[in-house]
């Protein structure tokens, strides 16, 4: 029978919603194996004239791996373009330097020391999964009538459909890729999933290279936005290039280069990636969209040297110091172009933007809610074309993976295996290293450095001897910036079923969790047909205020057996409609 968390998760998913199982955790488990499938309630209305969004995440693709950042050895023309029409970011970071941290902040806005996932799937503590807490962009835009798919790379497990980790439960109407990060590391994979569905690459079985998977993401990204055109969508294309091994079908323009065969490679992975953003940018001018689209381009973390790369040659980080798995600059300053013909005005900015900056500033372009409690700060202001946005106190940064490489190892001086933090205040960063793996040691056991980026961007200089008093003030930050567990506060609606004789109350609260006050709330509720419903007092509020919620509650008395009820939580957020919904089993309720 599956597990009471899969039930739940299942109705989480069915709806696309967020709150569903929290409102479900004092239940008891149903029969799931008996129950049908969760009603769908169907989706806000997508808004007319709806700015578009694709939001493209590189693979460990370095700092100066573009030819706009710098790259004399790989041609990168398509991102060079849009970086020259476009926003260029010159400080935006990771919020991790390895992948899975990494993303889960990219997607939830929370930085590495209050997000989920703190560590790859292999690191000391083992995270690999988002919760239920977890509130994603496109779970955000999804609530204003977005339509939303990520293909590619999700990266976080478990290897199955109908649980809260999987991005159709994460805010994502239509999936297609890798479910876990591991997986995501073959190129030529025998299966990928579909939504719920595993789907065979029989081409690719018994470790044939038939059918490259970076091929099969760009046909569906091309499908997805012919498919929406007509529609307000979100498409994040998480691609996997350029990340280990270097495998590419096709070594192309350098294939006459005096290098190794893994450079060659990796020089057209990155190739390979371009190439894959020029034709997504065609596709929207071919549609007629581009002009009410806003392309993001990224990486997760800085540039990798494994199966023999050598990031070296190619001067992947850009001249700054670190790789992958390094906290200092190069493993975590990351490309970050913003486009949009006729909206974002082309230039070049050093405002330190953390990729956790991503949510809020989707939400406010989207015009749909984004939970304060986040940590990210809008860019919208800069992406309009103002001269700056609200700038971040400081960013923080934690390491802790098991893994090494021999070069990033030698960068951190043979610390690579040790817990490690970094925080830049302004132009000043701190990085400390942990005795081991234990970030609950007293600070005096920490080894701490201290660098003056803007005198000293290549992290040569430390300065934590002469300036001891920032230091501490700068590792005081850090100690601050952590929390085991991160409260976050309740967002949308949650729903809660108690056994009351031959009915159930039904008890529903739509959150707001944002900064900005709704009108026009109200709370429905739908049951099988021929069940009796009394609404126990209001069901709507004409004003809720950031931070407050609205709360209905209804005797519900079912004609025969457990059913399905669904709440539909709807408000308008500076004007516009937004919605939410969760649903739970009448069984989950029975005593
Ligand atoms: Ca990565």
Redesign the pocket.
């Known amino acids: 029978m599956p597990s009471r968390r899969r039930f739940l998760a299942g109705t989480a998913v069915a709806l696309g919603v967020t709150g569903a199982a929290t409102a479900c955790e004092s239940a008891t488990t149903p029969d799931t194996d008996a129950l049908p499938q969760a009603p769908v309630v169907p989706a806000a209305q997508s808004p007319a004239n709806g700015l578009n969004f694709v939001v493209i995440v ?3 693709l370095g700092y100066g791996e573009l030819g706009a950042y710098g790259q004399k050895l790989i041609h990168t023309p398509h991102l060079d373009a849009l970086a020259a029409e476009g926003l260029r970011f010159t400080d935006a970071y ?1 919020a991790a330097p ?2 899975a941290p ?2 889960c902040s990219l997607f939830t806005g929370l930085h590495s020391g209050h997000a989920t996932v703190r560590e790859n799937p292999w690191g000391p503590g083992g995270q690999a999964a988002l919760t239920d807490r977890d509130f994603t962009f496109a779970e955000a835009l999804r609530a204003r009538g977005y339509r939303t798919g990520l293909v590619g790379k999700w990266g976080f497990g478990p290897e199955e459909p109908n649980q809260p980790s999987h991005p159709s439960a994460r805010g994502f109407d239509e999936f297609y890729g890798y479910l876990t990060h591991r997986h995501a590391h073959d190129y030529y994979p025998s299966y990928l999933w579909r939504n719920a569905e595993r789907e065979e690459i029989p081409e690719n079985e018994d470790g044939a290279r038939r059918v490259y998977a970076p091929d099969l993401f760009e046909a569906r990204a091309l499908d997805f936005m012919d498919a929406h055109k007509e529609e307000a969508f979100l498409l994040c294309l998480t691609s996997t290039l350029p ?1 280990a091994p270097s495998r590419a079908p096709e070594i192309g323009a350098y294939r006459s280069r005096p290098w190794p065969r893994p450079d060659k490679l990796h020089a057209a992975q990155v190739s390979n990636f371009d190439a894959l953003v020029g034709k997504v940018t065609k596709r929207l001018e071919s549609l007629g969209i581009a002009d009410r689209t806003v392309v993001i381009v990224t ?3 800085g540039p ?1 040297e494994e199966g023999r790369t050598d990031p070296g040659l190619f001067g992947a980080s850009g001249g700054l110091r670190g790789l ?1 798995r390094n906290l200092y600059e190069g493993g975590i300053r990351v490309p970050l172009i913003a486009w949009s013909p006729k909206r974002v005005p082309s230039g070049v900015t050093d405002r330190p933007t953390p990729l956790t900056d991503l949510l809020p500033t989707l939400a406010e372009l989207a015009g749909a809610p984004a939970p304060a409690d986040v940590d990210g700060l809008s860019i919208a202001p800069l992406l309009r074309g103002g001269t700056d946005a609200a700038r971040h106190d400081h960013l923080y940064f934690y390491r802790n993976h098991s893994g090494r490489t021999p070069g990033s190892d030698a960068i951190d001086r043979w610390r690579g295996r040790r817990l490690a933090e970094a925080l830049r205040r302004g132009d000043v960063k701190a990085v400390r290293f942990a005795p081991g793996q234990d970030r609950n040691v007293p600070d005096d056991q920490w080894e701490v450095e201290l660098y003056d980026l803007a005198r000293d961007p290549g992290e040569r200089d430390d300065i934590a001897d002469k300036r001891p008093a920032e230091a501490d003030a700068l590792v005081r930050l850090m100690r601050s910036s952590w929390a085991d567990q991160y409260e976050r506060k309740p967002f949308g609606v949650s729903l809660d079923v108690a056994a009351r004789g031959e009915a159930f109350t039904v008890t529903a609260t739509l959150a707001n969790g944002s900064a900005k006050p709704w009108t026009a709330a109200g709370l429905e509720l739908r049951v099988p047909g021929g069940w009796s419903v009394q609404a126990l007092g209001a069901v709507g509020a004409d004003f809720v205020a950031a931070g407050g919620r609205l709360t209905a509650r209804w005797t519900v008395t079912p004609t025969s057996g457990g059913g399905w009820v669904s709440c539909v939580g709807t408000a308008r957020h500076v004007g516009a409609p937004v919605r939410y919904a969760a649903s739970a089993h009448t069984s989950s309720a029975a005593a």
């Open positions: 590189a693979d460990d990771a390895v992948c990494s993303r990340h990486s997760d973390n990798h992958k």
